[in-house]
């Protein structure tokens, strides 16, 4: 049999991805009135803030939940008040807010005060998501409106990953339901109510009558949990949906023949996409070995097969254009075959070696998955694509799920960005073990770093811990970086959309409008 080259591999491991990403689904909706049908890249699981797994739980949360402040919708990171009518740093460890008066919860439970406040952060420590807002200590309550955030020590990402990213719920109504709840949320204070959730299908909002701020543009918003794109694709130029991330390989397309009434956006994304080793498994605790793989895979083509020429390869987690971004990475993008054979030959292994490969069975990642044991083959690792659906595949590494993690080898992941280097790469610290850090990665420098840059505002400083805290990642052998992506849109022409820099959509910032100019 002819060997397959490095062209022909990207070109069909691209097709057969989609093909392994399973059916399109059956699509029965229709645009009417003035409504908002949007797609979802996953359904949510849960929407209560300390607890969710995904941007798009983030993105319903947003809509019906007001924060203290919020990112504007000018496609910059930066804030504006939100339920807060004051908000201020009154020093490296202290923030005074003060509400709005007449802000109401809808179900009855009344208005929000500086309790909900309180109960609203403080709950988020010690949960799954409690690295967000970093040494936060408690709120001290002063009166019905007002308050002091306080934190333990300085936080630079405070406001841009802690408080602009969480919304404040009611005491009263998540006590009402046992103190947390899932996909029902108790009671909403935003622009729209929440209204139904039907499981892998739809969620739907409404316009929230009680809503103090600019009027919500939209009676309602139907948003539709799709993992593949090629569906939201037909979709939308069946009219049904008016906007929806779109897969790399049809932008080309769309832009030399696009639907009459929509057109095509293309957003950089904050996204890390890597693959990842957990160096705690048997098969891969020899360094040597670990960084055989790194060399053996040829991101390069990973980028070009999954992405179509629309991404770059990374400098690691943070992005381009962001403080802290590398100018190069230590493994050549390209990789290197004959090295990653030499250090299998050094660290005595015996060919071929058989690893476990787990992604999500989106069509994207089973892509950049297959070109990732293309690479392997080559040097002669022999990978076994494990493709599980996002549920189960963002639990795979989480010790409080089950033991599962102990079996977990090679992985391609991804995680989104956020307003600040931090957030690329506080998963990965030693406080991550067994929650997001599955590569059981563990390092005292790696660790002490990432406390120094968030104790500073020195920007110059900041930028030279993180670059060295990405070098110290890749010389762990723990991790092979591919891309930071983008996020391309199809959108009709009536819709005026709003997406926060790394392509996320805002709903409260969707506008109708004639034309698109």
Known sequence: MRPINRRDFIRQSTLAGLTMAGGIPEVSWSIEGDQLHIRNYLDITTLDPPFRLSGAESMVGSAIFQKLVEFKTDGTWATQLDAAEYFEAIDDTHFAFRLKRGQMFSNGFGEMTADDVKFSFERIIGSINAVDIGPLSHVEVHDRYSGTIVLKSPYAAFVSVGVANYEILSREAVMSVGGRFSTQPPCCSGPYLFRSWQAKRKTVLERNPQWQGPEAAFSEIHIYAMSDAKAAEMAFEAGEIDCAEISVESVEPFRRNPPPDGYVEVHPSGRNFWLGMNQENSALTDLRLRQAVQYAIDAEAVVEATWFGLAETSMGPIPRGMNGCRERTLIPPRGDAEKAKSLLAEAGVELPLRLSLDVNSDARELTAAQVIQWSLKNVGIEAHLRAHDSGTFLSL???????????????????????????????????????????????????????????????????????RMQDIMEESGCYRFISNGVMPQIIRKTIKPAFTPDGYAILRGFRPRESHS
Do not use: C, H, K
Not at 428 to 446: A, D, H, M, P, V
């Open 397 to 467: 590494g989480n010790e409080q799920v089950n033991d599962q993690w102990r079996d977990i080898q090679l992985f391609f992941n991804s995680f989104i960005g956020n307003a600040d280097p931090f957030y690329p790469l506080v998963w990965f610290t030693s406080q991550q073990l067994g929650l997001w850090n599955w590569e059981r990665f563990s390092n005292e420098e790696f660790d002490r770093l990432n406390d120094l840059a968030l104790a500073t505002t020195d920007e110059v400083a900041r930028n030279q811990m993180y670059q």
